[in-house]
Every structure is written in structure tokens, then in C-alpha cells.
């Protein structure tokens, strides 16, 4: 025991165990560190036992579970500032019905109406739309101030109001409008969008996607000597777009008389009833009724009757409304809320991961959150609605949308232009044969007779596809309706017959009676329209000849 040190510790049993801290053995403290003496050090026990560190432990852990059930009470109180008898689940939904109807208040309620504006080249469309966007306010004063040093580098001075629209450097340079230009405005009651439909016979296909989209056509005609009567020929556009738009489903027009300060008209009485009377002949031959027109006389390119009335000491016998005033006090078009929800896609693209696909409402409600059928493709669930403007909750028909949706890449690379958004719980029908009936309206000089066989293009809401006739089932009166004679061998043209198609790919169709939006549709043939009809049925089945 001698080699054993006299400074050595005294070993404890438990003082050094690893389950507490080590306390080091007392010593005197010096009077000048007597301050330092707290009472938590005569609290902390230096001499405990092993067995006492452990009741310490459980005395702890059971102040915790005391003190857990507080969030429970906070929780019963939650449920009893909620309706008498509510449960959970149901305050949850009331809670998520409340916030949706917070959010849809806060959308627009002012009517969207889809304005197309159509009719020959040069008639002054792009114009128009652009002074239509200056007079509200659309375009800030330096994008103005851009554009007219652009018309002026160009020598070009009066485009400037064109290139609001023709945005594109190949449509700036040409003069002419390709593609459908698109662009909003609004008025005290309602929210517009504009689409500026190209004039030139090569690009009716283009014109033909905008009246597909439309609500109301504007048709605009120059007043011009030369330029009304080059556009009102047969070989002109005039024709062709107003007849396109009455069957793809433009019930009302309004007529632009434009240009009427040029030299050659100066505001002239004759020249607008010249006009007016060919015109509204027309235009009532294809089913267009008085009270679905509107005319007003105007000057596109000065601003005179766009945003007030033409003044009296200008032109003292219009008496017409100007035509912004017209645009706001258009009937509030007719929608079809209650019917199964129909979209046609007009394009997609991908966007942070997430793919947006365009279209229109045309029936039906688009709910964020909700489900959504792509026919004929897949199913996606609706991220995000945006419109021309902001984002929103809810799509009633009529409104331009946006709809944000995410899905696997072979489900996004099946949406395709003249797909249609459908409900899981009414999906569009999907098929390779129509019934329909048409009206024959022109045929080529090389293909005189419109029988079995014949071939080209139908157009039908967003849709593009070659088709065939099966077999001529049925020719009708064209004034009573009543069948003249059960399967002829060909017709030719101003018939009304009742055809059997097929399609060269499977699509999405609807019939008439259920849906005319999409129940419509036009014939072409080597760049001219031939023919417009309806659909009577859909997965028809293939007709034998006898």
C-alpha cells in the first residue's frame, strides 16, 4: 500500500458512472469567489446514487407526457368554434368550399366573348384591331412610339396600328396577315378577345382555326372604289368568309364598312347603300336573318367611329352607335353550362415541367383540382386555369383557357391539335365513320360530280383530316327537307344530300343535336370550300354498295 498516492481519488460507487455528469471532489472555495455560490449547484445533488439518477430520468419523462395532451385540447377547441354537431372531415370541406368561393368571387364576372375578325385582303382588318387596342388603352404609350419608328424605317408610315397585330417580321414585311393574331380589350360589361384571321385565299385553313373559336364575327369591307368589288367577287374573299362563319357556328356579324374617308367614297350615302344592299343580299341567302347583323360605317386608320360616333359635322347621316359601344351592347351569347364538359385543343407546349394545353370552353365547367379526359389520349389532373389575363379557379363556356396539367411524357405526347378535353364521366366518342348531311356548294372543274370516291379535306371545330365518301345514302329537297330520291349515284352542285364517310385517321366527333359546336363542319378541295354540313351519327358502320 505504500506505492499508493495520498492525492489519489477516492472511488465512489456510482459518482463516476456514465449516466451523469463527473463532480469533481469539494474544496474549500476562496473568500474571494464566495460570491460565485448559486443555489442551482446545491440543487444538483453531487453525492447522488446511481438509482437515484434514474428516478430523475423517469420523473422527467413523465412532466412530458403531462404535457402533451395541450395540442389535443387546442384541437377540440378548433371543433367547437365549428357548426354544431360538424365532425373533422366535414369542417375540412366546408373549409375548402368556403376558400374556392372566396377565390372564384374574385374572377372577372363580366361576359368573354371570342370577336373574329374576317373578310378579302387589305380590307383594313389588322388596322381596325389595332386602333381598337389604342382606343382602350391596350398599348402603352412607348410601345407606340417603337412601332411608328419601325413603319417609319420601313416607309410604311400608316402600319404602325397593323404591327399591334402582326407581330411577326415576315407579316410586317409582306403586308399580310398568316397567322390568327390575338390580342383583349374591354368594355364596361364585357371581356373581348380579338382574332385577326388573315384575308388571303392561301391561308383560309389559318382563318378557318379563328372562326372556329369565335362568338361573333366582325366582317370588314373596304368601301374603296375597286377594292368592295374585288373582294365581293367570286374569285375574292369576302364571300368565302362569311359563309365559312355561318357554318362553323358565328351567329351574329358585325359589318364594317371601313375607308369611308377615302378620296374615292368621302363619306358617301350611295356608296354604304350600295354596299349594304349587295351584301345583306347575300348574306341572307346563306341564313343570316336581319336581326343577326349590325353595320357600322367607320375609318379604321383615323379612329372616326371606332371609340365615339361618327360626328355629325363629319358624316351628319350616320346615326349608328360607335363600334365599341355596339361590341358592349351585343345579347349575352347562349351557354350551355349543364352540358358535358368539351374542350378542343388548339395547341400545347411545356412550361417548368408541366404541360399547358389551349383551347376554348366550349360546354361544360373546367374546376381547378378536377380530373380531365384528353380524347382520344389520356387522363391528367387540372394543376392551374389561366385565361387572357390572370389565373383562375373556375372556366364557365366561352372562356379562353389555359389549363395546366402534368402527366407522364407518352400520356402529354398523345395531346394533339383537334383533341378534345372531355369528363371522365361523359368522354367524347372516338370514331372513323360520320353520317352527315351537306350542302354542295361549288365543285372544281376537274371534279364536276360529287359521288363515292370523292376525296378531300374536312374541318371540323379545331380538327383537320382527310375523308372519303362511302356512299351517297339519301338526296333531300333543299327547301322542304323531304328525301327526293333513296341512294343516288352522284349529285352535283346546290344539292343537299345525306352521306356515309370515312376518315383517314380515327377522331373525336360529336353530333349536331348534341353538341353544335362540334356537331359542324367544311369541305375543302385544292384550296376552295365545297361543301358545309352537319353530323347526324357517329361510329357509323361501313354501308355496303349494292
Known amino acids: 500500500m505504500s506505492g499508493l498516492s495520498a492525492n489519489a481519488f477516492v472511488f ?41 439518477w434514474e428516478k430523475v430520468a423517469d420523473a422527467k419523462k413523465e412532466e412530458k407526457k403531462e404535457k402533451k395532451p395541450e395540442p389535443v385540447a387546442a384541437e377540440e377547441d378548433d371543433e367547437d368554434d365549428g357548426e354544431e354537431g360538424e365532425t373533422k372531415n366535414e369542417k375540412k370541406k366546408r373549409l375548402a368550399a368556403e376558400a374556392e368561393a372566396e377565390l372564384e368571387s374574385k374572377d372577372d364576372p363580366r361576359e368573354h366573348i371570342n370577336l373574329v375578325f374576317i373578310g378579302h385582303v387589305d380590307a383594313g382588318k389588322s388596322t381596325l384591331c389595332g386602333q381598337i387596342l389604342l382606343s382602350t388603352g391596350m398599348v402603352d404609350p412607348r410601345t407606340i412610339e417603337k412601332l411608328q419608328a419601325e413603319a417609319k ?6 402600319w404602325f396600328l397593323a404591327y399591334m397585330m402582326d407581330v411577326d417580321q ?3 414585311q409582306k403586308g399580310i396577315t398568316v397567322e390568327v393574331g390575338r390580342s383583349h380589350f374591354t368594355t364596361p360589361n364585357k371581356r ?5 384571321a388573315p384575308g388571303h385565299k392561301n391561308y383560309v385553313p389559318n382563318m378557318i382555326t ?33 359563309l365559312l362563319a355561318k357554318t ?47 353595320w357600322n360605317p367607320l375609318s379604321g386608320f383615323l379612329g372616326v367611329g371606332v371609340k365615339d360616333p361618327v360626328p355629325a359635322d363629319v358624316c351628319p347621316w350616320i346615326t349608328s352607335l360607335s363600334l365599341l359601344d355596339t361590341l358592349d351592347g351585343l345579347t349575352p351569347m347562349e351557354r350551355f353550362d349543364e352540358k358535358p364538359l368539351r374542350i378542343p385543343v388548339l395547341d400545347k407546349f411545356k412550361e417548368s415541367g408541366k404541360l399547358h394545353i389551349l383551347g376554348k370552353v366550349e360546354t361544360g365547367v373546367l374546376r381547378t383540382g378536377e380530373t380531365i379526359l384528353c380524347n382520344p389520349g389520356a387522363s391528367f389532373k387540372v394543376l392551374q386555369i389561366q385565361n387572357d389575363e390572370n389565373v383562375i379557379t373556375v372556366a364557365r363556356p366561352g372562356e379562353n383557357v389555359r389549363v395546366v396539367v402534368k402527366g407522364t411524357e ?20 372516338t370514331t372513323s365513320d360520320l353520317v352527315v348531311q351537306l350542302v354542295v356548294l361549288q365543285l372544281l372543274k376537274t371534279k364536276q360530280i360529287f359521288t363515292a370516291g370523292y376525296e378531300c379535306v374536312i374541318h371540323m371545330h379545331t380538327a383537320v383530316e382527310e375523308v372519303s365518301v362511302v356512299k ?9 327537307g323531304k328525301s327526293i330520291q333513296k341512294n343516288p349515284k352522284f349529285v352535283n352542285e346546290k344539292a343537299v344530300v345525306i352521306v356515309h364517310f370515312s376518315l383517314a385517321k380515327p377522331m373525336v366527333a360529336e353530333r349536331f343535336d348534341d353538341n353544335q359546336q362540334l356537331g359542324r363542319f367544311s369541305l375543302r378541295d385544292e384550296g376552295k370550300t365545297i361543301a358545309f354540313g352537319k353530323i347526324l351519327g357517329v361510329k357509323a358502320p361501313v354501308l355496303k354498295k349494292k
Open 410 to 429: 407518352v400520356e402529354e405526347d398523345s395531346v394533339l391539335r383537334g383533341c378534345i378535353l372531355s369528363s371522365p364521366s361523359s368522354p367524347i366518342p
Open 472 to 480: 351517297l345514302l339519301d338526296q333531300l329537297d333543299p327547301k322542304t
Open 12 to 52: 465512489v460507487p456510482g459518482q463516476f458512472s456514465l449516466n451523469r455528469p463527473v463532480v469533481p471532489p469539494a474544496t474549500p472555495a476562496p473568500a474571494a469567489a464566495a460570491p460565485v455560490k448559486a443555489e442551482p449547484v446545491k440543487k444538483s445533488v453531487p453525492q447522488a446514487t446511481e438509482d437515484d
Open 192 to 196: 373581348f378577345t380579338i382574332l385577326d
Open 170 to 172: 415576315e407579316e410586317r
Open 248 to 294: 362553323l357556328g358565328v351567329k351574329k356579324l358585325v359589318i364594317i364598312v371601313n375607308k369611308m374617308d377615302d378620296p374615292t367614297v368621302e363619306w358617301s350615302k350611295d356608296r354604304f347603300d350600295t354596299i349594304q344592299s349587295k351584301l345583306g343580299a347575300y348574306l341572307k341567302s346563306i341564313g343570316y336573318q336581319k336581326d343577326d347583323i349590325m
Open 153 to 158: 424605317d420601313q416607309n410604311r408610315t400608316s
Open 210 to 242: 379563328g372562326v372556329a373559336q369565335a362568338d361573333v364575327g366582325v366582317l370588314v369591307i373596304s368601301a374603296r372604289k375597286g377594292e368592295f368589288e374585288a373582294g365581293f367577287d367570286r374569285s375574292g374573299q369576302t364571300r368565302e368568309h362569311a
